[in-house]
């Protein structure tokens, strides 16, 4: 707690210098502790430039996830909500819906370094080395009608668009439902869970991986340039501890808009912005069957909506596009 305090002392003064002193007397504490806290920052991988007459600044920021970095980096901070950054774990997905039903209060959120059965839709395995990229899930208890739901990840899918879009120089774009892609390749999925009790949503889950610091070489041979990360993107590192404090703020905001349906006006327009299938020849897998036609958008609540080649148009809730060669 000191330390994120000291952090968020160093932050607002940069890049000029805050002394030793001042930061004392900020947090009311002694002199020797503030040293001693910067001494534990500095072997979490911290540097601080130290000038007797001007105090200190800081001169290098860890690269990995680090709590107490991105709790200073918080524009707003949210009475009740918490986070969690763990060295390891099965699936972010999964610890959320466990904390959320052993009771831990929502909103909360929980991040890993790496997780050894990370998961994306149908299942499929979620590449989730600890390479710098981002394994995140919030976890929320909205009570709100299942059939709300639907329009929930793609909204998320246009605030995280928005999110991206500050930190890289090229356009992202929302395929639909979930992925977040530059130029046709994968930088990031989304996969939201509910547990329903009762005809209302009693535990939700939203999951985020986001390819932000993973070396261009990096993937395994069956991703390839299927996927591409942020700092691919802006041709040098991201700073992921600044990405998660945003992601933070742009998430929590975005979900109580959702909640109170204040998200319902902005939608359609937000994901055309962003939509890469509209106007595109695609194949739809839904419940076993497969629809070819052209993508006209989606609808207010965010059904796809497909034009048969008979001319036909019809909204799907629900399915895997696969975008036609030339489409
Ligand atoms: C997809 O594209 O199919 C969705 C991928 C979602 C991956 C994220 S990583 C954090 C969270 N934990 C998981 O196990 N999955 C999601």
């Excluded at 900020?26 to 534990?40: D, I, T, Y």
Aim: net charge positive; charged share 25%; with cysteine.
């Amino acid at each position: 707690m000191t330390e994120t305090l000291i952090l968020r002392e160093l932050l607002a003064a940069e890049p000029g210098w805050v002394s030793g002193g001042a930061i004392a007397a900020k947090l009311g504490v002694s002199r020797v502790s503030v040293w001693h806290h910067m001494e534990r920052l500095r072997a979490q991988g911290f540097a601080f430039e130290a000038l007797p007459a001007r105090g200190y600044r800081l001169s290098r920021r860890p690269r990995m996830l680090h709590a107490g970095l991105v709790e200073a980096l918080l524009r707003v901070r949210r009475k009740g909500f918490a986070f969690d950054i763990l060295d390891e774990v099965d699936s972010t997905n999964d610890e959320a819906a466990r904390q959320l039903a052993a009771g831990r209060p929502a909103p909360f959120a929980v991040f890993a370094h790496r997780q050894t059965r990370g998961r994306g839709r149908f299942g499929r395995a979620w590449h989730s080395e600890a390479n710098g990229n981002l394994y995140s899930s919030f976890a929320f208890r909205p009570r709100i009608a299942p059939e709300r739901m639907q329009t929930f990840t793609l909204w998320m899918g246009v605030t995280i668009c928005e999110l991206v879009s500050k930190f890289v120089p090229a356009p992202p774009g929302i395929k639909w439902p979930n992925d977040i892609v530059f130029d046709g390749r994968k930088a990031g999925g989304m996969l939201t869970e509910a547990r329903v009790d009762a005809d209302e949503i009693r535990d939700l889950v939203f999951g985020l991986g986001l390819n932000v610091n993973s070396p261009p070489n990096g993937w395994p041979p069956d991703l390839g340039r299927r996927a591409v990360s942020l700092s691919e993107l802006a041709g040098s590192p991201v700073d992921v501890n600044r990405l998660t404090a945003a992601l933070i703020g742009r998430v929590l905001l975005a979900y109580e808009r959702f909640a109170e349906g204040e998200h319902v006006d902005p939608f359609v327009d937000l994901w055309n912005r962003y939509d890469v299938l509209r106007g595109r020849d695609v194949t739809l897998a839904v419940g076993g069957r497969r629809r070819r036609g052209r993508v006209l958008g989606v609808d207010d609540v965010g059904s796809l909506l497909l034009r048969a080649e008979n001319g036909q148009t019809r909204g799907y809730r629900a399915g895997e596009v696969t975008v036609e060669k030339g489409g």
